[in-house]
């Protein structure tokens, strides 16, 4: 199974919105609704923010939201914030109930 | 409050052998799909294997046939058993919970565990 293949970087400054992609196959993204997003801050483990493509766990801020078209997932953060600053995967299922995982993209809030 | 905390880790050999455990409190552990993930540092995320409620385990294409996963339900613990260990094995290993057994939403992870595979 191919990582999905996310953007390296995105930047925004504190108040605005950005959005990351992550686009996988029929066979992951777009055959499934198991779409994960989690925030890696330096040298700490992942934390989820997403599940199930636009599903928020508890503690988790409204200004993350994900959607899906198709075999593209993104995630966006609205009132970006310094602390939002870290980088960010998409995991997506896939027939075998196993994840696969995106490449990863470093938010840098300016 | 659900914690999961993984110890084994070191330098090991290439060839050699190490098991990975993970302490799980908080949450009924036997009810819940387990996961390994892996990180070389500095890089991306990896899924290494997992282990469904009903005992049925699945590996990576990568790790298959040289490790095992496996849960002691009377101790709370997760393990990874790792033989002919490579030096691409080298990375941080988190141990993670499955939400509810999609095979894809890892809500708790825990801190950590470095293996490094190095002559």
């Known amino acids: 199974q191919s990582a999905l293949t996310q953007p390296a970087s995105v930047s925004g400054s504190p108040g605005q919105s950005i959005t990351i992609s992550c686009t996988g196959t029929s066979s992951d993204v777009g055959g499934y609704n198991y779409v994960s997003w989690y925030q890696q801050r330096p040298g700490k483990a992942p934390k989820l923010m997403i599940y199930?493509?636009?599903h928020r766990p508890s503690g988790v801020s409204n200004r993350f939201s994900g959607f899906k078209s198709g075999n593209t997932a993104a995630l966006t953060i609205s009132g970006l914030q310094a602390e939002d600053e870290a980088d960010y995967y998409c995991s997506s299922g896939t027939g075998k109930n196993t994840p696969v995982f995106g490449g990863g993209t470093k938010l840098t809030v300016l | 409050e659900v914690q999961l905390v993984e110890s084994g880790g070191g330098l090991v050999q290439p060839g050699g052998s190490l098991r990975l455990s993970c302490a799980a409190s908080?949450?009924?552990?036997?009810?819940?799909?387990m996961h390994w993930v892996r990180q070389v540092p500095g890089k991306g995320l990896a899924w290494v294997s997992h282990?469904?409620?009903?005992?049925?385990?699945t590996y990576a294409d990568s790790v298959k046939g040289r490790f095992t996963i496996s849960r002691d339900k009377a101790k709370s613990t997760l393990y990874l058993q790792m033989s002919s260990l490579r030096a691409e094995d080298t990375a941080v290993y988190y141990c993670?919970?499955?939400?509810?057994?999609?095979?894809?939403?890892?809500?708790?992870w825990g801190q950590g565990t470095l293996v490094t595979v190095s002559s």
């Open positions: 908080g949450f009924s552990f036997s009810s819940y799909w």
């Open positions: 199930d493509v636009s």
């Open positions: 993670a919970r499955d939400l509810y057994g999609s095979g894809s939403s890892l809500d708790s």
């Open positions: 282990i469904k409620s009903d005992e049925t385990t």
